[in-house]
């Protein structure tokens, strides 16, 4: 078995989801009492989400490049940033050392695959659902189309997950609110919906919509254990 670095703690509400189904894939895997060999940098996302809110990212790519460093020397065979936002800095975390970065557009992919979409609605902070960071690779690398929702629907997304999401605040409002966003995006075509924020899965459960959802942390997680595995 191979070694994973994480780059965790962004929120660490999401990285508790990837550190337990990381482990629960190893063992259904190989049985017993086996676990995933994980090497992990979890930051104090307070200053990294300051950083992001000034517009300060490369404040913010120093400090994940760091951590990124740090899991490397420490024994890591690869590296998964297990927040979908910074991948905005992936390709120069990805140039600052020597171990594949597990990407997760590439993990997005194969959830599209699985339900069989050629269309997806994309959910997240605003960084992710506005920049192309994700988008563009879905599209030119898999011939993915993507859709986000109205300036106003992606701000109460952006807001419930900085305000509520990454401080364990689960509310059933925002849930009505998140389900209603789906449903539109479905009648626009898409046809399953990216949960491109790794909080938002706490939040949106499949049984809560109609239209297949595409859960970001277990997608990344079985790009990992393919990996790692």
């Given at each position: 078995?191979?070694?994973?670095?994480?780059?965790?703690?962004m929120?660490w509400?999401?990285?508790?989801?990837?550190?337990?189904?990381?482990?629960?894939?190893v063992?259904?895997?190989?049985?017993?009492?086996?676990?995933?060999?994980?090497?992990?940098?979890?930051?104090?996302?307070?200053?990294?989400?300051?950083?992001?809110?000034?517009?300060?990212?490369?404040?913010?790519?120093?400090?994940?490049?760091?951590?990124?460093?740090?899991v490397?020397?420490?024994?890591?065979?690869?590296?998964?940033?297990?927040?979908?936002?910074?991948?905005?800095?992936?390709?120069?975390?990805?140039?600052?050392?020597?171990?594949?970065?597990?990407?997760?557009?590439?993990?997005?992919?194969?959830?599209?695959?699985?339900?069989?979409?050629?269309?997806?609605?994309?959910?997240?902070?605003?960084?992710?659902?506005?920049?192309?960071?994700?988008?563009?690779?879905?599209?030119?690398k898999?011939?993915?189309?993507v859709?986000?929702?109205?300036?106003?629907?992606?701000?109460?997304?952006?807001?419930?997950?900085?305000?509520?999401?990454?401080?364990?605040?689960?509310?059933?409002?925002?849930?009505?609110?998140y389900?209603?966003?789906?449903?539109?995006?479905?009648?626009?075509?898409?046809?399953?919906?990216?949960?491109?924020?790794?909080?938002?899965?706490?939040?949106?459960?499949?049984d809560?919509?109609?239209?297949?959802?595409?859960?970001?942390?277990?997608?990344?997680?079985?790009?990992?254990?393919?990996?790692?595995?």
């Amino acid at each position: 078995m191979k070694t994973l670095g994480i780059l965790g703690g962004m929120s660490w509400e999401s990285t508790i989801s990837y550190y337990k189904l990381l482990n629960e894939g190893v063992r259904d895997a190989l049985g017993g009492l086996h676990s995933c060999r994980v090497v992990m940098h979890s930051v104090d996302f307070a200053p990294f989400a300051d950083q992001m809110g000034k517009n300060d990212w490369k404040s913010v790519t120093a400090g994940l490049i760091e951590g990124a460093k740090s899991v490397e020397a420490g024994g890591a065979d690869a590296l998964i940033i297990a927040t979908n936002t910074m991948h905005k800095v992936a390709d120069e975390i990805q140039s600052a050392v020597n171990i594949p970065l597990l990407h997760m557009a590439d993990a997005i992919a194969g959830g599209a695959k699985k339900t069989g979409s050629s269309k997806l609605g994309l959910l997240g902070t605003a960084f992710t659902m506005e920049q192309d960071f994700l988008s563009r690779p879905l599209k030119e690398k898999y011939g993915l189309d993507v859709i986000i929702p109205d300036s106003e629907k992606r701000s109460m997304v952006h807001c419930s997950i900085f305000d509520e999401l990454c401080c364990g605040k689960i509310l059933d409002k925002t849930r009505a609110g998140y389900v209603k966003i789906i449903e539109d995006m479905a009648a626009q075509g898409a046809e399953a919906i990216v949960l491109g924020c790794t909080e938002i899965g706490l939040l949106v459960k499949p049984d809560d919509v109609s239209v297949p959802l595409i859960d970001t942390v277990q997608a990344h997680v079985e790009l990992a254990l393919d990996y790692v595995l």
